[in-house]
């Protein structure tokens, strides 16, 4: 069975460039997460989707940054325009509704994106 | 205020010894979870261990376990006969929020080990 499934892996970008990053869950998962992680640091949670409804996106800064997840399927997360702080890799999860490893809780591989 | 807290940025360890990964905790929850994540240089995040808050019992899986101490808020990951795989990132993580779907991690220890 495949993972959650990323992509790019890697993006280089301009300063005030917009970037999108996709995301396809495990099969079967209705819960999505989008997490950020700043070099050195732990992930941080910057959206979470319940089906297509997005039920926590109080870390996500509206200003610049949007996610959908059309179908309650694949997700896109965008930032426009970039900025050199958002340089970081950005990690996608899926569950079955809990975090917990019973509920197949998975991260994939994440899109590490470099502004410049 | 800092929910989970590993206090320790790097740690070295000689191939084949044992090594305990520290974290503690803060949460005035009744139920909660604990996860352990390897993060290698390619950059996943690989689930290890889990323990939760009501499990009467350490977690073990394989080589790794965790000190579950609930009364100091302390959650260690012990990694026994450390390999030179086992070198990477290792993040400790709790579930909290309303409905428990919600991950925060710690800022996570750098683990080299040592042939």
């Known amino acids: 069975e495949a993972g959650v499934v990323q992509s790019p892996r890697y993006k280089i970008i301009e300063k005030k460039q917009p970037v999108a990053f996709w995301c396809n869950p495990i099969?079967?998962?209705?819960?999505l997460y989008w997490y950020r992680q700043n070099l050195g640091q732990g992930p941080e949670l910057l959206i979470r989707y319940e089906n297509e409804e997005a039920v926590d996106d109080s870390q996500l800064p509206k200003d610049r940054f949007s996610a959908e997840r059309l179908k309650g399927v694949d997700s896109t997360l965008k930032i426009q325009p970039a900025e050199l702080g958002d340089s970081a890799v950005y990690l996608c999860?899926?569950?079955?509704?809990?975090?917990?490893?019973?509920?197949?809780?998975?991260f994939g591989s994440g899109t590490r994106l470099t502004v410049v | 205020a800092q929910k989970i807290t590993q206090t320790q940025p790097g740690m070295f360890v000689q191939e084949k010894e044992a090594v305990t990964l520290d974290c503690t905790y803060d949460?005035?929850?009744?139920?909660?979870?604990l996860f352990w994540y390897k993060q290698p240089s390619s950059g996943e995040m690989i689930f290890l261990i889990y323990q939760g808050s009501y499990d009467e019992q350490n977690a073990t899986e394989g080589r790794y376990s965790l000190n579950f101490q609930k009364a100091r808020k302390s959650a260690n990951l012990v990694i026994s006969a450390s390999q030179l795989g086992d070198s990477a990132m290792y993040f400790c993580?709790?579930?909290?929020?309303?409905?428990?779907?919600?991950?925060?991690f710690g800022a996570g220890t750098i683990l080299r080990v040592k042939s």
């Open positions: 993580a709790m579930r909290e929020g309303p409905d428990g779907n919600k991950l925060v």
């Open positions: 999860a899926s569950s079955l509704g809990v975090v917990q490893p019973d509920y197949g809780y998975t």
């Open positions: 099969s079967g998962h209705n819960t």
């Open positions: 949460t005035s929850d009744q139920s909660y979870g």
